[in-house]
Nanobody, 122 residues
Framework: QVQLVESGGGLVEAGGSLRLSCAAS????????MGWFRQAPGKEREFVAD????????YYAVSVKGRFTISRDNAKNTVYLQMNSLKTEDTAVYYC???????????????WGQGTQVTVSS
């Protein structure tokens, strides 16, 4: 089992920045691809970004590419999502995920955190 705990969400004005963190515990963190999904009210949960176990590959949703950066520190068992130039449409609950490989398919992630709320005001 892998336990994931997100932090860093909050309220920010449009154009601002936030950094989300996800601390992993349990089974070895190093072997897992990590990622972020988000779900806005009334919408489907959608892929945001993911990163390979060694940080060698990263992928982003078109809607966040160039504004968000995913990174990981395997020594700290932590993955980060730096979010810049935030827009009101980025408002959502953000979920940290862990899986066996990088993929945009949510069904292929084995572990999910509880989520952290990000609210971007206009």
């Amino acid at each position: 089992q892998v336990q994931l705990v997100e932090s860093g969400g909050g309220l920010v004005e449009a154009g601002g920045s936030l950094r989300l963190s996800c601390a992993a515990s349990g089974r070895t963190f190093v072997g897992y691809a990590m990622g972020w999904f988000r779900q806005a009210p009334g919408k489907e949960r959608e892929f945001v970004a993911d990163i390979a176990w060694n940080g060698g590959e990263t992928y982003y949703a078109v809607s966040v590419k160039g504004r968000f950066t995913i990174s990981r520190d395997n020594a700290k068992n932590t993955v980060y999502l730096q979010m810049n130039s935030l827009k009101t449409e980025d408002t959502a609950v953000y979920y940290c995920v862990a899986g066996r490989r990088v993929t945009t398919r949510r069904s292929e992630y084995d572990y999910w955190g509880q989520g952290t709320q990000v609210t971007v005001s206009s």
